[in-house]
């Protein structure tokens, strides 16, 4: 008789912990696989409320597996807001947030293991993941229901490492202020390859952001890679990085970043928020695009 385990359909959760490397330099081995475990502790106690089965822990993450994707994403949802309620309370592990990724298809559970296509998107998903955030693949939005929908922002195709073609990708928004961040839903984008280059320009400074450049700042003092000089930007107003195959970019300002795509009325506020940047468009810094003294940034994605 044949050993071999037929597939199953499942949708996969793969979930890390951000920072843990250096959680591990500052507190020591001990200290910071105690916090580990924590964290991964709390991440698989709101799996299995949601009847998931944490297939194994991974020292500083999880694998994890659902029948239905609206228990994987609840469960998500819940472990991140866990987490964050930990840090409001203090220096806990909260200031080290998951990023997670969630995948559906064919796989083969094993006693502590799980095999297949979708455990290998979820991972490339969860690695291309910010802090805290949790991104979907195509799939996994299929029979969400309509206060899940809701929270849906998509992000277009992407390129993750190990795959030929762009793989369509979504973030769900967890947050219970989620609607306060967010006044439009990202339009769909295909990023072609790690040829792509970002321009920049305010009034007549200019730039170009490759991708192995990797990061860029924008910010109001010479230490940031672009520099806008107005009292309404922050001294590190926000962060554009390169995530493998998409520019995003991270708002960490006091005053907010707006996003407006060309074509568009209405502007994405980001307040410690981010989005993809694609097409072109307008960065606005420290005030409203309604603002005609705002300092705004002109950006755009292209290939070369």
Known sequence: MSNLRKPVIRTVVFADVVGSTGLYKSLGDTAAAGLMTRVTRAAGEAIEQQRGQVVKTLGD??????????????????????????????????????????SRGPVVLTPGDCFGDAVNAAARLSGSAAGGQILLGE????????????????????????????????????????????????????????????????????QEMPAAQGVMHIGRTQAAEFVVNDIRVSRQHA?????????????????????????????????????????????????????????TVVFEVFDR
């Open 139 to 206: 799939a996994v939005t299929d029979g969400l229901p309509l206060d899940l929908q809701a929270r849906l922002r998509n992000l277009g195709s992407i390129f993750l490492r190990g795959y030929e073609q762009p793989v369509p990708v979504h973030q769900i928004e967890w947050d219970a202020g989620w609607q306060n961040s967010q006044t439009m839903p990202h339009l769909p984008t295909v990023i072609s390859s790690s040829n792509q280059r970002l321009s920049l320009s305010w009034l007549d400074v200019h």
């Open 61 to 102: 993450g999880l694998l994890a597996v659902f029948d239905d994707n609206t228990a994987a994403v609840r469960a998500c949802c819940e472990a991140q807001r866990r987490l964050a309620s930990w840090n409001q309370q203090g220096p806990t592990p909260g200031a080290f947030p998951l990023k997670i990724g969630l």
């Open 239 to 295: 962060r554009i990085e390169w995530r493998g195959s998409y520019f995003m970019l991270t708002d960490l300002s006091s005053n907010g970043t707006w996003v407006r795509y060309a074509g568009q009325d209405n502007a994405l506020a980001l307040r410690r928020n981010e989005c993809v940047l694609h097409g072109q468009g307008e960065i606005c810094l420290g005030a409203k695009p309604t603002d005609p003294t705002a300092p």
